[in-house]
């Protein structure tokens, strides 16, 4: 997992304390799905660059550690089977574009991604 800070305009601010945020870069290719042939992915999610971003940002490197970010099934996007997709928790792949967009602004986001977490038994 690589975190990487940036800067990007989001019609004002991610959240009303910040203007920057991180991107975070997620590859994966070694979740087993018993007997069946896949491919790694390459996922890139935001977070802002706050103190609860970076605290959420410390949530997530952990559960990807623990192998709780993705698992191999099928793509509820796409449909595809045997795919490597992301296992319930959910992660902002837009800066823009709202909660329907997967992007910011959200004002809810990191709430309920830390209510997932926490369901995973990440905290």
């Not at 550690?65 to 099928?74: A, D, H, M, R, S």
Request: a positive charge; proline letters at 5%; charged letters at 30%.
């Amino acid at each position: 997992m690589k975190k990487l800070r940036q800067s990007w305009s989001n019609d004002g601010a991610l959240y009303d304390d910040c203007n920057d945020g991180f991107i975070i870069s997620l590859i994966q290719k070694d979740h087993p799905n018993p007997g069946k042939r896949f491919s790694g992915t390459d996922r890139r999610a935001y977070l802002p660059d706050n103190q609860e971003g970076r605290e959420v940002l410390r949530l997530l490197d952990k559960a990807f550690n623990q192998k709780l970010i993705f698992t191999v099934g099928e793509s509820r996007t796409t449909g595809a089977k045997d795919t490597v997709t992301w296992n319930d928790i959910h992660h902002k792949t837009n800066t823009t574009g709202g909660p329907a967009g997967f992007g910011y602004p959200d004002p809810d986001y990191l709430k309920r991604v830390r209510d997932e977490l926490k369901a995973k038994g990440v905290e």
